[in-house]
């Protein structure tokens, strides 16, 4: 990846998939400009970001339409060609995630998917134009877009949407050379799984099930996000991209 900006978003901490995506990209030689969603998380990204070498930090709210506007300001003048960007931003309301998905409000149900969905289109609505050379734009999602993961409820309805847009993206910006591919990747104890009720179960589960009887890493999704980011991955858009050990492919 020399040579190559990578714009990140969603470092959270160390033990976020964005943190290791973004220390991938350094080790294979990219330029690394990092978004913090908010004042609370603006010190942690700096000091995570001054840790991985990033040229850039600074605050990006997609559920602000300012903030995806001034996007191509705010990197312009430094930083005119972007070559990768990476999106790793979701959110649902705990009640929303706890409770049935029949019972889901109105108001949680637009939430999770303005944050966890319409962001991906608006990031990249923001970024292509920037992509003079084309490039690779990548998301996370799971298996919950696909199938029914207890306590995932509403958040498995918000990612089937990010797949779609994947898929739509892909075909909208293909002509300009700029490739879109989600990685879903096995569960991680991340911040947000916590968030998810007996999440220790999942991860139990993978183990007693996939093929390779084990979880996926951070390391494992993140040198995949280099494939696709890489020109190795120049073939491929439009494309979910499984890194779970196996686990899709089991039935009971």
Not at 77 to 105: C, G, M, Y
Not at 181 to 200: C, E, Y
Request: proline letters at 3%; charged letters at 20%; glycine letters at 8%.
């Amino acid at each position: 990846m020399q040579g190559k900006t990578a714009l990140v978003t969603g470092v959270a901490n160390k033990w976020s998939i964005a943190y290791a995506i973004a220390k991938a990209f350094q080790r294979e030689g990219a330029t690394l400009l990092l978004t913090y969603q908010s004042e609370r998380l603006q010190r942690t990204v700096e000091e995570l970001g001054a840790e991985l070498g990033a040229k850039k930090v600074f605050a990006c709210d997609v559920t602000k339409d300012e903030d995806l506007a001034r996007l191509p300001e705010v990197l312009g003048a430094e930083f005119p060609k972007i070559d990768v960007v990476v999106h790793s931003i979701a959110f649902a309301n705990a009640e929303d995630l706890s409770r049935p998905f029949s019972q889901t409000s109105r108001d949680g149900f637009k939430l999770a998917h303005e944050v966890s969905a319409w962001s991906l289109v608006g990031l990249s609505k923001a970024i292509a134009p920037m992509m003079t050379e084309g490039g690779s734009i990548l998301t996370l999602t799971y298996l919950g877009a696909v199938r029914v993961i207890e306590n995932y409820n509403v958040m498995g309805v918000a990612k089937a949407a990010l797949e779609a847009s994947m898929r739509y993206l892909a075909a909208d910006l293909g002509p300009a050379n700029i490739r879109v591919n989600a990685i879903s990747a096995g569960p991680i104890k991340t911040a947000a799984a916590r968030g998810v009720k007996d999440f220790s179960k999942i991860l139990d589960g993978i183990v007693a099930k996939a093929p390779l009887r084990r979880n996926c890493t951070p390391a494992e999704v993140a040198d995949t996000a280099v494939f696709l980011a890489s020109d190795l991955g120049r073939g491929v858009t439009g494309n979910a991209i499984y890194v779970d050990s196996g686990y899709q492919i089991m039935g009971l």
